[in-house]
């Protein structure tokens, strides 16, 4: 957490952050961390990812699918597996 205080600016603090306050359930300020970071890079796929995951775990699965779907459009072949598994409509609109 500590690295955000030095450099914001910094490539990936937003989702490092993010993925801290997920592994610690705090759902919320991971949301907010992964919102920030995609803000700042719209192409960062492991906070899409990471957000999806987010998402289904606070029981929002059609933003999880809609996350997870860029993300696998970005290359993040794992997105694929979770879309493959927990979001079949969303499937068709990826092949």
């Known amino acids: 957490q500590q690295c955000i205080y030095l450099d914001p600016t910094q490539e990936g603090v937003f989702t490092i952050r993010g993925t801290f306050y997920f592994e610690q359930?705090?759902?919320?300020?991971?949301?907010?961390?992964?919102?920030?970071?995609?803000?700042r890079n719209p192409s960062d796929a492991h906070a899409l990812f990471n957000r999806g995951i987010?998402?289904?775990?606070v029981g929002l699965k059609d933003r999880a699918c809609k996350d997870w779907e860029k993300a696998s459009?970005?290359?993040?072949?794992?997105?694929?597996?979770?879309?493959?598994?927990?979001?079949?409509?969303?499937?068709?609109?990826?092949?």
């Open 73 to 95: 459009r970005l290359g993040n072949d794992q997105a694929y597996k979770y879309i493959s598994r927990y979001c079949s409509d969303v499937l068709n609109t990826i092949r």
């Open 54 to 57: 987010v998402h289904f775990n």
């Open 25 to 39: 359930r705090n759902y919320s300020a991971a949301i907010r961390d992964f919102d920030e970071a995609i803000r």
